[in-house]
């Protein structure tokens, strides 16, 4: 293995690989190695990071991340229904990179009950026009308090094996009482819906 240097290019080396990287320390198989593009960072023989044109990518406990959507809230959302209702600004899309990988879905939201009494709220996610989180009491209150049991969602959806686009959203129905339900935009509060594809 040897390096060119160049005073014009400054230094080169070989790209080696992530079981054999072209620069490291004394461990033979963690370091740093290259490829077309792509700078890899591997630690025993196992690529733990990747720097693309795509951006950044690394391993964890979820696995490597492959793609990231955000959106988070502009207005304000209020209801009083009984009618299932989408939650405005909370609602994504994504098209995953690969069939094999999975979506980790993040939700998160500061509730608000408005009047007295009891009163309840079903929170539910949607991929598409398919259901694949309900929580019957998301948000609730009795008639002397204020409980908020909901203020973060998350899971990892395992149900898509294709790369076409698909849009979740989040619902809200109240089942329970006669009491309003409202986010705010605040952006202190940090509304927002996230999704990130996982490689497994």
Do not use: C, W
């Not at 696995?63 to 009984?82: E, H, L, Q, R, W």
């Not at 927002?192 to 490689?199: P, Q």
Request: aromatic share 8%; proline share 2%; charged share 15%.
């Amino acid at each position: 293995m040897a390096f060119i240097i160049d005073g014009t290019t400054g230094i080169a080396t070989v790209d080696g690989s992530v079981s054999a990287p072209s620069q490291r320390g004394q461990d033979i198989n963690s370091g740093i190695s290259y490829a077309a593009d792509s700078i890899k960072f591997s630690t025993n023989g196992v690529e733990r990071m990747s720097i693309t044109n795509s951006g950044v990518s690394g391993t964890g406990v979820g696995g490597k991340i492959k793609k990231f959507v955000y959106a988070a809230m502009s207005s304000d959302f209020g209801m009083n229904s009984t009618n299932e209702t989408d939650v405005g600004g909370m609602t994504a899309s994504i098209a995953k990179t690969n069939a094999s990988n999975n979506t980790l879905v993040e939700l998160t939201f500061a509730p608000y009950m408005a009047g007295s009494g009891a009163g309840q709220y079903a929170i539910r996610v949607y991929r598409d026009s398919t259901k694949i989180y309900e929580n019957g009491n998301g948000f609730y209150r009795t008639a002397d308090d204020l409980k908020a049991t909901l203020s973060s969602i998350r899971f990892l959806d395992t149900g898509v094996n294709d790369t076409s686009s698909h849009t979740y959203k989040m619902t809200a129905q109240r089942t329970q009482g006669s009491n309003g339900f409202s986010i705010y935009s605040n952006s202190l509060l940090l509304n927002s819906i996230t999704l990130t594809e996982m490689e497994p």
